[in-house]
């Protein structure tokens, strides 16, 4: 029996869409869960929602924004189940998966910064979050405002906001290690 | 400088700001394909989950079923019809709340977020309202079941003494279904409002509350 046969489309589709936005799931969940163990069911968590709903999927919008719609749903839902509570900047020893560098001190500079990034995220109210992870990722006003169901104008406020507060959070963390060290 | 050079200067050290948090935010995330590892086992849930669902409506199913079998061998005796009839409505109840409310929970996560929020509060106020009729229907229903069943062990005394099983079953399995599902809802209605808190505490001061 070939491999096609033995797995129905749903699976093959679910598959496909998970594959090609790995990378951005993976960058979302990291910012609604900390841990591993939390990462995985939050991860889990989306793939059975994208399972289920792929059938009533109309393509009334891209597949990257059905997939992100979807998982901050269920991030939101996930968040309420297990009443995580926002970050505090200053609590971000998180293990964070660098880019590559072949210099060892670069790479730690990096991961540095880019777990600064992404405590000052975490650390964000989740509407705010919500909007600041999408514009991260490159998504437009409008794109952001497809996935979230809200106007661009709401989308143009919290964006505003949500620059603002992670600006704020990163000098405050630089200026607390500059005094530090 | 002027205003208009102001606020340019502004604009742009703001698109080099984001430009920058970008190119840190998009060099994060795992390598590892796990895309038809997590697939898989969604699939496994989803078919688990169908299959929880469809068991719980076939005991619905199974119980009216019974229920009428009841009504007629005892020939639509007033005690016995009373007694299915309360197990009836609330079969009734529990299967327009399926296939209203849970049949297509993870089937709406499609919808945008503010819609989702709505969606899910108005889940939190059903499925509170529903946990907490079940626990009172379940009282309802013990209410009258407890005199009853005295009356039927006094009239049948003779048959249940000399098979003590009979009543150990009987009333033994009526009395740890009621219990087991007084419990389970009165806990499953503390679990749902500690998680409607926890949504409301995150979505709080926010243009989305």
Redesign the interface.
Known sequence: MDERAKS?P??ES???I??EN???L??LV?SYARSEADRADL??DV???????L???RGDCSERT?LL??A???A??F?????LP?DEIEDHADR????SGKNPAIAYE?KQ??SR??AAVRAL????R?VITL????LSHREIA?????TEN?VG??ANRA?AA??VLLEDTEATEGAAS | MSHDDEDTDKDTH?DA??SS??G????????D????Q??????K??KRMRRAATGEVLAAMFSTSLCLWLVVRSHGSIEVVAMTGLILLFNGAWLTHFFTLRANL????????????AL?RRRFATELRWARAARRWMLAIAVPLVPWAIWVFVAHRDAYLAAPWRAVVGFGGAAAIFTAVYVLTHRKERKLR???E??ER??A????A
């Not at chain 1, 793939?47 to 709903?53: G, Q």
């Open positions: 129905p749903q699976d679910a598959t496909r998970l594959r790995a990378r951005q993976e960058r990291a991860r889990q793939a059975l929602a994208l399972w289920s709903a059938p009533s999927f059905f719609r979807i901050h749903n269920r939101l839902t968040i309420a189940r297990r009443g926002t964070v998966v660098a880019t990096r910064r880019e990034l992404l109210p989740v509407p705010h919500q514009m991260l990722e490159g497809s996935v979230l169901g809200t709401n406020v919290r620059r992670v600006r | 703001e700001e984001l948090w970008r840190e935010w998009q060099a994060l995330g795992g390598k394909d796990l895309a038809a997590l697939v898989a086992r969604a699939a849930d989803g993870f089937g709406s996560s499609g919808e945008g977020v503010d819609a989702f929020v899910t500690a998680e409607e926890t949504f995150h979505l001061s926010t243009e989305l």
